[in-house]
T-cell receptor, first 112, second 115 residues
Framework: DAGVIQSPRHEVTEMGQEVTLRCKPISGHDYLFWYRQTMMRGLELLIYFNNNVPIDDSGMPEDRFSAKMPNASFSTLKIQPSEPRDSAVYFC??????????FGPGTRLTVL | AQSVTQPDIHITVSEGASLELRCNYSYGATPYLFWYVQSPGQGLQLLLKYFSGDTLVQGIKGFEAEFKRSQSSFNLRKPSVHWSDAAEYFCAVGALNQAGTALIFGKGTTLSVSS
């Protein structure tokens, strides 16, 4: 299996622009997680899905952030409008067990 | 409050020497414990996990960890470190009986390996 796939790997955008991050989980995994990693706050869970349904989005920082999972093999995390403080590495993870065991390589987002 | 503490921000070990990375947790429920490794520019790779049974668990790359309930610790060890082990290591805890519960991560320990 190719593992969790994320795209793009790097994204540089200007403040106010819309950013869409994409994730393909490992086939057969019914849990998908979005994490954010920053130097100041470490790794934080933003949202997770079970069987394509959002279960807990309490970690989503504000309404500018939204996530969808239209099917079992694809999820997006959207930031609109983006702000410099959103700069971070965003990880997608999937698992069959309900715990984030398999992480993707991450998307490094820089908002200028 | 639920938390994971990795007391050492940065550790340097000579190649071939033994390694122990410390992890202490505070968690209200029965814990499910993990160690991850992150190389620069890469995602997190699961090294090992513990949820029940033998308190000494073996992982990939020659790592092991011991769960000590009385000390609320889950320290990671390796008998002989290789230069390729230089990376950042994260300890994490989740609720054993609650699938989908957010893992709580420590701040990480950066391991440097000297020759």
């Amino acid at each position: 299996d190719a593992g969790v796939i994320q795209s793009p790997r790097h994204e540089v955008t200007e403040m106010g622009q819309e950013v869409t991050l994409r994730c393909k989980p490992i086939s057969g995994h019914d849990y998908l997680f979005w994490y954010r990693q920053t130097m100041m706050r470490g790794l934080e869970l933003l949202i997770y899905f079970n069987n394509n349904v959002p279960i807990d989005d309490s970690g989503m920082p504000e309404d500018r952030f939204s996530a969808k999972m239209p099917n079992a093999s694809f999820s997006t995390l959207k930031i609109q409008p983006s702000e410099p403080r959103d700069s971070a590495v965003y990880f997608c993870a999937s698992s069959p067990s309900g715990r984030a065991e398999f992480f993707g390589p991450g998307t490094r987002l820089t908002v200028l | 409050a639920q938390s994971v503490t990795q007391p050492d921000i940065h550790i340097t070990v000579s190649e071939g020497a033994s390694l122990e990375l410390r992890c202490n947790y505070s968690y209200g429920a029965t814990p499910y414990l993990f160690w991850y490794v992150q190389s620069p520019g890469q995602g997190l790779q699961l090294l090992l996990k513990y949820f029940s049974g033998d308190t000494l668990v073996q992982g990939i790359k020659g790592f092991e960890a011991e769960f000590k309930r009385s000390q609320s610790s889950f320290n990671l060890r390796k008998p002989s470190v290789h230069w390729s082990d230089a990376a950042e290591y994260f300890c994490a805890v989740g609720a054993l009986n609650q699938a989908g519960t957010a893992l709580i991560f420590g701040k990480g320990t950066t391991l440097s390996v000297s020759s």
